[in-house]
C-alpha cells in the first residue's frame, strides 16, 4: 500500500515510491484511456510513454500518456476537455515544454504530459520508449536503477527523478545513434 509522504507538486500529498512487476494490464488500461481520450481531443498523437509502455519492464503503477497538440498555447483546444474528463491541471509543473494534467483524486494514478507535435521532448520519449522496447538488456539495467533509487528514496519522488537522469541520458544518447543507424521514426499514434 503506498502511504503518504512528503507533500508532491501543487502541495498534493507525495505518495511513496514503488516499483512494481510488470503488470499485463496496462497496455489495455491506456487503450481504454487513448479511446477516451481521441474522442474528446483533436490531437496530433496520443501515445503511451513510460515505463508501463514496455513490456515486461517494472514500474511504478502510473499510466503515462503523451497527448501530441499543435501547439500548447493557447490551452483552449485540449485544457478544457481534459478538465472536462476528470484531469487535474498542474500549472506548477516546472518543465515548460509541457503541460501537464494528473488524475482526480482516488481515480487510477495516471500522468498526461502535453506537448507539442515535433518537439525535442515529444521525440525524446517516443524514442527513449521504443529504444527500451528494442533492447531488453537495457530495459533490464533500468529496472534494476528504478529498484535502487526507489529504496533510497522511497519518500523522496524528486530525489528519484533525478537519479535516474544519469541513465536516462545515457540511454538517449544510446538511442540517438540507433535512431540514425535505423532510420527510427516514430510510428502510428498508439490511440
Known amino acids: 500500500m503506498n502511504e503518504p509522504a512528503a507533500p508532491g507538486l501543487g502541495g498534493a500529498p507525495a505518495r511513496r ?91 487510477r494514478r495516471t500522468h498526461i504530459h502535453v506537448r507539442r507535435a515535433g518537439s525535442l521532448d515529444e521525440q525524446l520519449a517516443l524514442v527513449f520508449r521504443d529504444y527500451l522496447r528494442t533492447h531488453p538488456a537495457t530495459a533490464d539495467e533500468y529496472a534494476r536503477v528504478k529498484r535502487e533509487l526507489a529504496v533510497a528514496h522511497r519518500d523522496d519522488a524528486h530525489a528519484y527523478t533525478e537519479g535516474k537522469s544519469p541513465f536516462i541520458w545515457g540511454t538517449l544518447r544510446e538511442a540517438a545513434s540507433w535512431a540514425q543507424e535505423t532510420g527510427w521514426q516514430p510510428g502510428p499514434s498508439d490511440a
Open 17 to 107: 515510491i514503488e516499483i512494481v512487476e510488470y503488470d499485463p494490464r496496462w497496455p489495455g488500461e491506456f487503450a481504454s484511456l487513448g479511446a477516451v481520450l481521441r474522442g474528446s481531443l483533436g490531437a496530433v498523437r496520443i501515445d503511451h510513454i513510460g515505463s508501463t509502455s514496455v513490456p515486461g519492464l517494472p514500474a511504478k503503477p502510473v499510466i503515462d500518456v503523451q497527448i501530441s497538440v499543435a501547439t500548447l498555447t493557447p490551452d483552449d483546444s485540449f485544457r478544457p476537455a481534459l478538465e472536462a474528463l476528470g484531469f487535474r491541471y498542474r500549472p506548477d509543473n516546472p518543465d515548460l515544454s509541457k503541460r501537464y494534467f494528473r488524475e482526480a483524486p482516488g481515480r
